[in-house]
């Protein structure tokens, strides 16, 4: 009887040591295992998500041209596909509150022909910046989105820009910012 409980205690003991091992040892290894998995298939799922992206133009100005056709009709959820894709939210948000405030007309008028557009210097071949002048009749106050700062546009002439940001697994291209 007492060298049955001896085996039993022994063979506890050994469970018990495996079972830490595993732990401390093995189940990291799962765990990074298990990570890596993930992020290989969230890898994959955004470069499909890229290669399949249908949402610009060959050039930035068919891209510009798409989007301001996607507003006149009144599709805010096509219009802001247009835009790179971690600003698609940001934008639909912004043109759903304009086009319920009724002033989505306006905004599609103020926005900036083309033919007014200068290309800027720009040393990556995979972003173009456009520049355009600006009239504004009273001073006009924002927050940047990207920063969270107030800006402060003044009365007069100023300066405004048009980024965009070639999608090269589609080669289309993306306006980054309006």
Do not use: C, H
């Not at 009724?102 to 995979?126: N, Q």
């Not at 173009?128 to 002439?157: A, C, N």
């Not at 980024?163 to 309006?178: E, G, R, V």
């Amino acid at each position: 009887m007492r060298r049955k409980f001896t085996y039993g205690l022994v063979l506890l003991a050994i469970i018990a040591a495996v079972v830490w091992v595993g732990y401390k040892v093995a189940y990291p290894e799962y765990q990074q295992w298990k990570f890596n998995r993930w992020a290989e298939n969230f890898n994959k799922g955004l470069e499909n998500y890229f290669k399949n992206d249908t949402y610009g133009g060959q050039t930035p100005q068919k891209t510009y041209t798409l989007y301001i056709e996607a507003l006149k009709r009144g599709d805010t959820e096509t219009a802001s596909l247009y835009f790179y894709w971690e600003r698609q939210v940001e934008q639909k948000k912004k043109l759903d509150e304009l086009k319920a405030k009724g002033e989505l007309e306006k905004y599609i008028a103020d926005l900036p022909k083309w033919e007014g557009l200068k290309e800027e210097e720009y040393g990556d071949l995979s972003t173009k910046k456009y520049s355009y002048e600006v009239f504004s009749e009273k001073e006009e106050k924002i927050i940047d989105p990207l920063s969270g700062k107030e800006v402060i546009f003044p009365v007069g002439k100023s300066r405004g820009w048009l980024d965009f940001q070639l999608n090269k697994s589609a080669n289309i291209w993306k306006i980054y910012s309006l």
